[in-house]
Every structure is written in C-alpha cells, then in structure tokens.
C-alpha cells in the first residue's frame, strides 16, 4: 500500500517529466562556471526550499519525506494552496561536519535523512503558503558555488555513494575548498527510462 501511494504522489509530482526525460518544471537559476565531463561548477541564484528531516534508512526516509512535502504542496498550508513543482527533489543523509578540508569527514548521525523539495520562484518567504504540518520548514538557500557530478540510471543509494566519492576526487584534484555535505538531486519520475534519467550529486565550495 505505501508504495502504491508513493507511486501514485510521485506521479503527479512528475507530471512535467516524461518517460523519455523530457523535463518542464521550473529548476533553481544558476551559471555554469566551468565544465569538465560529468562535472560542473556552478553558481546559484538564491532560491527557497521546503524540507523536513526523518528518521529510517534511505528508502523509508524517502517514502515519507515524499509524502510529507507532497502534502504540503497539494494544499495542506495555511492558504490550502496547491504549489506549482520544481526540479530537483534534494534529498542529504544528516551529518556533523568535522572539518572542511578534503576529503569532508563526518560524524554520520546514523538512520536521518533530508528531504528538500525547491519552490517556485514567483515565492518570496513573505508569499509563501506556510505549512501546517511542523515538520515541514521553510528556508532561503543563498546564492552559493556548487560543484556537481550528473549521472544517468537509478537513485539509489548506492549509486549516491559511488558518485560522492568520484566528486570528492574531482574536488580535491582541482583545488577546491568544501563547505557543505554532499547532497543528491533526482530530476526524474519512477517510470522513465533509467538511461535517459538525470541524477547529480552537489557540493557547495569556495
């Protein structure tokens, strides 16, 4: 039953993206800096997420963080707004940064994840439908410098770590200085051609 309900709030979430990865939604505003491969750096625009942190391993904490935000963008807010979608869904396992040279180390805080979904640029965090439920926040990202891997196939976790490692070598081998955890994006729904899926692993630098 929870994945027949995932599926069906993932589809309608998707409904800008298609089999074929052709995506419509409204993405974050940023500038590429420089290009090398799979690897990008950028430059973000400010932009506004809505998140919430849950407790379980990377499937639950994905089924229901899902839900979470999905209810809050189909009306369950102080103005029972439905909220046009975004790409990408963040999705980053909870962490205590313990210094931020590279290599990052981490003391993982085992069995927490978050879960982001970006609003619409038309909000600012004054027009912003509030939630209701209090485990949904609201936050202002600031414009920051971003390094990325893409990679094409499945969202899983193991394809998270095996590219967070391949952007840490890239990080380190071209001088770059850390300033956040690593974060994924899936830019795609369930069902679309798992080649032809957009994925990214992103971390912040200076």
């Known amino acids: 039953m929870k994945r027949v309900l995932f599926t069906i709030i993932s589809t309608t979430f998707f409904a800008g993206c298609s089999v074929f990865g052709i995506r419509t939604t409204e993405e974050p505003n940023f500038t590429i ?11 973000y625009e400010d932009y506004i997420i809505a998140y919430v942190t849950v407790d379980g391993d990377y499937d639950e904490s994905t089924s229901k963080g899902f839900r ?8 369950k807010n102080q103005k029972d707004a439905d909220i046009a ?6 999705q980053e396992e909870n962490s205590e940064k313990m210094a931020m040279t ?29 939630p209701i439920d209090g485990d949904v926040k609201i936050e202002k990202v600031k414009g920051k410098k971003t390094v ?35 974060r994924s994006a899936g ?16 971390i912040d630098v200076n």
């Open 68 to 75: 979470k935000l999905a209810d809050y963008i189909f009306g």
């Open 33 to 43: 800096i420089e290009e090398d491969g799979d690897f990008q750096v950028r430059q």
């Open 148 to 182: 990325v891997i893409e990679y094409s196939g499945y969202l899983s976790e193991g394809n998270i770590r095996e590219n967070t490692t391949e952007l840490l070598k890239w990080v380190e081998n071209n001088g770059y200085k850390i300033v956040s955890a690593p």
């Open 85 to 90: 979608m975004t790409a990408p869904v963040f």
């Open 102 to 130: 590279a290599p990052v180390y981490q003391e993982e805080k085992e069995g927490e994840w978050r879960m982001s979904f970006v609003m619409p640029l038309k909000y600012s965090m004054e027009t912003l439908p509030q």
């Open 187 to 202: 830019y795609d729904p369930p069902w679309a051609i798992p080649f032809l899926r957009r994925n990214e692993v992103l």
